[in-house]
């Protein structure tokens, strides 16, 4: 028999302890682990695993530290193999989405995929999940007890097989002579010879940022494969994402963000997101900064991409590296064999 572990760590209020018990009689045919500290945690390497995680009033949960602190110091292979999903509940509106990123990124690191849309959060009396009931004629208590089945069954039923010939999408902004990134990216690249690549360059001037149209506008777009703005999004990026089962960002570090421009690609891609499921396509990233603040920018590529538009995240989704001046990143120590591992990671973790 299956077993779902389950990461709850801390006190939990009677109302989340009752919505996670709902969850697990759901599934009363598989088995069920409490991991509630870190002295409770055993291997945890292929296996499934729900993050049940209740914030306190500043959005802390010193006990879900400590644990992800133990796993961390286990090695960088202490969640390979695993897949988790995250359901996250706030005191007040805030906290859920950076807590979630941030569990997201850290268990990525050591070897764990998530699912596309792999969160269920939950903030002060369920107001964020209000939007749902004009899809639903339900309660908000049960829209969320709803959206954890499903969450569940995904984590439980998803299986996947890899992609032989994949099409890989390398979407970036950057300056073919002075970026650190792009010169990342070679190496890589010298390392996925015989891969079906395709690059796309979005230049200054190219991507105008979201209109934000109304819901009913959009789906008019999208079911019309068109845009409010066109141009080279409905022409190329587009249709070159819906065809891909791989895109890579290349990300240099913005003042600790993605560049505006690669934002408004993401930004527009609700259009195409009313239309086609992502959940099939892997999110790779290279991240560069030129002092610190990567994970920043992993964490809003993840945020964006996996957990708010679909993308499944595999593990070890971003390579990211520290390089300042113009050519710097050549003389990062290790770095060339850092490419080549994360290539090797890419042509085995493109699956569907």
């Not at 045919?29 to 870190?38: A, D, G, M, P, T």
């Not at 897949?83 to 941030?102: C, D, G, Q």
């Not at 099939?280 to 610190?292: A, M, Y």
Request: glycine letters at 6%.
């Amino acid at each position: 028999m299956d077993t779902i572990y389950w990461i709850i760590p801390g006190k939990l209020s009677n109302s989340f302890a009752n919505s996670l018990k709902k969850a697990a009689e759901n599934y009363n045919q598989y088995n069920h682990l409490v991991i509630k500290k870190f002295t409770d945690i055993i291997d945890l390497r292929d296996k499934k695993i729900v993050f049940a995680i209740e914030l306190d009033e500043c959005g802390f949960n010193i006990p879900l530290g400590e644990i992800l602190l133990k796993l961390k110091e286990r090695g960088e292979d202490s969640l390979s193999d695993s897949k988790a999903v995250i359901i996250i509940h706030s005191p007040n509106e805030l906290f859920t989405k950076n807590t979630a990123r941030r569990i997201v990124f850290l268990a990525n690191l050591l070897g764990c995929r998530f699912p596309g849309h792999p969160v269920v959060e939950a903030t002060s009396n369920l107001s964020n999940l209000a939007t749902w009931q004009k899809i639903y004629d339900m309660s908000l208590e049960k829209i969320y007890q709803k959206q954890i089945q499903e969450l569940i069954g995904k984590l439980i039923m998803e299986r996947l097989t890899i992609i032989k010939h994949p099409k890989i999408l390398v979407l970036h902004s950057s300056s073919f002579k002075t970026s650190n990134t792009l010169m990342l990216w070679r190496m890589v690249k010298d390392n996925l010879r015989g891969e079906n690549l395709r690059e796309l360059h979005v230049e200054n001037g190219t991507v105008v940022d979201c209109r934000g149209c109304s819901y009913r506008t959009c789906i008019h777009y999208s079911e019309e494969k068109s845009c409010f703005y066109g141009g080279i999004m409905v022409k190329e990026i587009l249709p070159a994402i819906e065809e891909a089962d791989c895109t890579l960002w290349l990300c240099p570090n913005y003042n600790d963000a993605v560049s505006a421009k690669l934002m408004a690609v993401i930004n527009r891609l609700s259009v195409l997101y009313k239309r086609v499921k992502f959940w099939d396509k892997s999110l790779f990233s290279i991240i560069v900064s030129g002092n610190s603040g990567s994970d920043c920018v992993a964490e809003q590529l993840l945020g964006a991409l996996n957990i708010n538009k679909g993308f499944r995240l595999p593990p070890y989704f971003a390579l990211m590296a520290t390089a300042n001046d113009p050519g710097a990143i050549r003389k990062v120590q290790g770095i060339e064999k850092e490419a080549e591992r994360f290539a090797q990671n890419m042509r085995k973790e493109i699956k569907k």
